[in-house]
């Protein structure tokens, strides 16, 4: 393989620390340090600050005191992982709301498996949620999805669980946007571009979550085999009709040669009682009857259950009618000179004695059928004595849209192009073409990942794109299947702020805690203690002789201590300077050491419940659904006891692999 040395932008020694042991500003950052630490580490109950407000209270201490400076504190913070950070969510917000989890439980309920080939899906499918949409975002997806099937199914939900937790951490290793210590690593070492990191940490998060798929199947197969998913016909039938739920409830039209269907004639378009149906002319009521409508083929003309009525414009519609006398739907006819000429001939003078002359207008307005005699037309005086006053924002609304035919060649190109345009996107339902536009986006927002622009301004324009969108399609959706003669120019469609949805999509509390310790971090970093640790530990990671393994064994193993005690993002922020340190004696150790720090650091997440966001979120889902007294009992895996099980092991197993593999590699 070739080598790919990696040593950073900063070829110098590191920066030695600003204080000694007897300045008061080092006592200030190590006791403020020791306080936000012992808030994540435990909450309590007597002080129930939380890490967030620990952190930023921190952060504050350590700036007011002047440990360090605003300008060294804003320089210490990494923007570009909080954008990326906050473009990610807002993702993930719009991809849950367009229904993505109706499809992923269809995915993994297609074909009627066994509870261990629904297991080995699970295991597959955290692992890929991981590596594209972050670890949290695949248990965002999965948890709640299983454990719907797990309760209907009346399978055990522990192996699941646990398979998710587990595979959504380790596939998460494989790309930088997988996890916020990725994306810190890349941050500390812009050379590393998303297309390198993928390939030598893509390998071994690919092969680690294999080994933890079989590992599970192997541990949980006696629980599992020999039992059959209940009520699976149903779950799938759910599935399927979330999906269509989705569509809120917008018509529907079926072509089929000659054909159209159209059902639900009054949902979501604002149709109800005394409400101008088409070319702004006739008013009907309608009532709800619940039965569909027989298809009317084109140009054909009413039978006895249909009645005819003509409005202002000359224009003649076929209303269908149910059995109790109320109106289900309305189909235009077109315009018929012929037949009209051959109506107006044949009234006979009886006709129009047949019924007496109507007091008002809104007679001939309402709906009349066909077994009846001739319709009755007024004469012109009296259409003139009933006149209306102009209503020049009513002839407004009545204009039809058209444009003059173009001229120029440049506007006959364009007009030609958007009547084809016109063409294909009638064929589309108004959704579809939405999740095509949302599929575009986020194609090529990984796409310019790959060809190195900024991770963290690309994902955010990308979130942002996808709010755009919305805006200007999503309010539009429930009325633009439905072919309307007259335009609406006053729409009341209420469009909803997109600065709502981002403060509900991200995760603010978690940029705020990010904010908070990268100060708080770089106020030790002036204190010696970094140094000093740092050197107890030298001549076993940096010997003076040049020994690849034994640096690697040391480096892996003071990463994992370091992670199990002050957690995983403080440990990125104190080790990365040193792999520049290691390099410069063991230049060797510049092609797997920043790969290294990121795979210790994501795999020792699986080693207890609750190191990592994916762990966290499947353990808490679980939790609840078993407080609000779910009917599939089972270990939770946010015990301790339950969790060691499997997972110590396991990934003890899984971490001597991905080290493994990114040394060969290199």
Known sequence: MSNLTVVGGNDGDIPGPKYSYSDGKTWIALGTFLMVWLLLAKQWKIFPFGRTAGALFGGGVIVLSGVITPEEALHSVSSNTLLLLSGLMVILSKLEEKGLTSVFKRALL????????????????????????????????????????????????????????????????????????????????PSIDFLAFSTRM?????????????????????????????RMKRMMRDAVEDVFDEEDEAEEFEEDGDTVVESDVDSDIGIGEETPLIDGGITVDIEETGEPVPPVRRGS???????????????????????????????????????????????????????PRPSNVDVHTTTRFQSFPTSLRPTPSYIFEQRQPLNLTNLAQTIPRSVPYPTTVPGVLRYHFHLAAQKVLHRISPRTLLLLFYTIVIGGMYALFFARYPLGFTCLTAAMGLLFLDCLWGPRMDVSSVQMAAPNLHSETTLTDPTELIAEAVNWPLIAYLFGIFMVLEGVRQTPVPRDLWRLFEPIIAPSEPNL???????????????????????VVLLAPHIRQITRT?????????????????????????????????????????????????????????????ALWATILELILGVGVIVWLA
């Open 110 to 189: 297609l074909g009627h498996p066994t509870p261990l080939g629904l297991l080995v899906r699970v295991s597959i499918l955290a692992g890929v949620l991981g590596a594209t949409v972050m670890n949290d975002g695949a248990a965002i997806f999965l948890s709640t999805v299983l454990v719907g099937i797990c309760e209907q199914g009346e399978i055990p939900i522990e192996p699941y669980a646990m398979a998710l937790a587990m595979n959504a951490n380790l596939g998460s290793a494989a790309t930088i946007i997988g996890n916020p210590k990725n994306m810190i690593v890349h941050d500390e070492m």
């Open 202 to 230: 893509g390998v071994a998060s690919c092969l680690a979550t294999l080994l933890n798929t079989a590992l599970v199947v192997a541990f949980y197969y006696r629980d599992l085999v020999g039992k059959r998913i209940k």
């Open 301 to 355: 003309w009413p039978t006895s259950s249909t009645e005819e009525t003509h409005n202002d414009s000359g224009r003649s519609n076929i209303v269908q009618a149910t059995t109790n006398g109320t109106v289900s739907a309305v189909h235009p006819r077109p315009i018929n000179l012929s037949e009209i000429a051959r109506r107006m001939s044949n009234d006979s003078a009886a006709a129009w004695k047949a019924e």
């Open 549 to 571: 393994g034994q640096t690697v064994l040391a480096f892996c193993g003071l990463t994992i201590v370091i992670c199990l005690v002050f957690t995983s993002i403080p440990s």
């Open 586 to 646: 063991n230049p060797a150790f510049g092609g797997v050491g920043w790969f290294l720090l990121a795979w210790c650091v994501t795999a020792c997440g699986n080693l207890t419940p609750f190191g990592s966001v994916a762990g966290l979120i499947v353990s808490e889902v679980c939790k609840e659904d078993e407080q609000e007294g779910s009917k599939n009992k089972g270990r939770w895996i946010g015990d301790a006891k339950v969790w060691c099980r499997f």
